[in-house]
């Protein structure tokens, strides 16, 4: 059991443990496994999940069972924020890619030395190696690496990475190599999302909507490495054949095995005609057609289809009745090929025995209302060959399809407006969005959550600080995701974040948080309502405001005493900013930010002006911070004090010069990092910076901006200094 091996290639260098406990006597397969962000399994390969000493768990002990080489690689360095084994970073040399490659090196070599019979390779990822696996990896190497087998991937596997090339996956591919997926539902965003490309369920739908089979189990906790070995062994059991002598074949077993139905055709004559249907057409087959000769003349007739996978094609002329004939089937364009399936039949008669009723494909679906949601929930029956066909819902205008193998499922349709009645069309079809078996619409209205006004009593007035984020600098950034979000918090309102600031819909607002012993715990509790008087607008508490593993040690949690003395608690509002330009929106976090009166739990009949706080390049009004409820009349406006001519006064360090960044801009994205060269070879970081040179003179300061993707972008421009 050699561990902790090093390997070289393409002049990047790393380590693997293998573990060979096969028996030579028969087919050797191979399990690669990628550990994810940390390598706890390469550091401790004792640990249960994954190569306990005894051999009595873990994965060593599946890939015993089933006769293959147990592969561990760690990732080459370096590694990423998350810690060792980071196979997914894009801007580290090795990147990704490179990474990779240097994988497929190593699975070359193992594969050699041990006579590893490819259609018996395996491949499991776990978090950030799910990843690696399913977005670099198999994109550029799978179809070459394995012919049969299956990919099992944990949490995180998403669509293939733009930087991993165009992928080279074959038809025969899509065919031979399932992938499982295992998703935890506590979370829909970050390591399980559908909307980032680099989240489990994204992935899968990628995977399934481009030819692949797909399955999918949804445990209460997903991002679990002692459960990887359970669900490697169910996948291997399901989709890898066992292991056959070498030099022989695998002994028959107890029950023979079925017979192949790829292309098995049903022939049903009747008095309009005969109906052939043929099923189980692999993904990614060419089109379909037969050929029917008439026995006693050899008098053949042809019907094509251009539609792919499982077709229903019928000869509504054919001969008369009682006369015998052949078919055959054939893919592509020319008869000469092989048929892929062949038979004979008699056209019917009155003598005949009538075929037997058939039961069209059915699709039924029903909507459940909830606060700006639809889910979905749909049941189709008579469906042949589930493999090749599954549902694609969407909205009546065409809007927001998503693609299901299931039969029977839901799915959830967010962010819409509330009391909107919206239609929704469900279709049972095959082959992705062709060739469509039936279909049904279904009328759902999203209802507000029910609003419960505060306890009489509960409300509270004091300062905090209050500050602004936006779309561009949430985290992750350009996105609208929050820590609560409705899916799975029934305290909170929203699944993303917003609000227009009514009592009903209040805006998302962040609040510090603690983590400890693997608890988070924010500073005011999930739902905890807000009313601000400076902005009248209402807020929820819906998110948290700090990242890293220890925020507590932020100044969210902590630190606003140095900016607003007076202040308990440090209140981050989201703003928006979606339909702002970045510059427009940091300038209106920037004219929010302060010490303000805020009132905790308060009734639902303060005055309010509804609206994103940054919305089409304005800032919300302030109002002062005198509270006014509904129907009252506001205080009047002071009385104006005499004019007095401003006394004037400056002071001057005309070494120092004070930089600002706010207009740098990304098009396609956002700007995070500022770096700075003043010129008198020294430099600094950050939207605003101040510096004081040594000397007069004209210095050339140079800006570097790069956005969230790692491109950047420069300017320069010459100051010239003196000394006040």
Known sequence: MPLNVSFTANSITSTYHLIDETDPAKERGLLLYLDG??????????????????????????AKDHNLVLLVPLAPLPSDSDGDNCWYNESTTPNATAKADWLRKLFDKIVADFGIVKHRVVTGGYSSGAQGLARWFLPRHGAAVQTDGVNVLISFGGAPAPSAGTPTFTAAYKAAVPFHWNIGTSDTTGAYSATDSWGGRYGRNWYQSNGFATTLDTPAIGHNRSDFAAIMRAQIVKHVPAAAAVGGTTPPPTTPPPASTAYATTVTPSSSGVRFDVAAVPAGAPNTYVRVTRVSDGDAKYLYTDVTGNVSLTFTTLGTAGEAFTYKVFTGSSTTTTPKASGSFTTWSSTSTPPPATTPPSVTATATPGDGTVRVNWTAANVPTPATAGIWVQKYDGTGGVWYRELTGSHTFTGLANGVEETFEVFVVRDGVTGTLASTSVKGTPVAAPVTPPPSGAERSYKAYVTGYDFYDNTPPGSSAIAYSREWDDRTIHTVAGGTGTYADPITVAVGHSISGGVDTPLFQPGTRFYLPYLRRYFIVEDTCGDGATPQNGPCFTGYKAYAPNAEAWLDVWVGGGTSTQGQSAACMGAITGEHTVIQNPANDYVVVAGEISANGSCAVQHGETPVKAGSTPPPPPEPEPNV????????????VDLDASASVDGDGTVTGYAWAFGDGTTGSGRLVSHTYAAPGTYTVTLTATDDDGATGTTTRSVTVVRG
Do not use: E, H, M, W
């Open 37 to 62: 962000s940390g390598a706890f399994g390469f550091k401790n390969p004792t640990q249960p999940y994954l190569i306990d000493s005894d051999g009595t768990a873990g994965i060593r002990q599946v």
């Open 645 to 656: 001519g401003p006394a004037a006064a400056f002071a001057v360090s005309a070494l120092t």
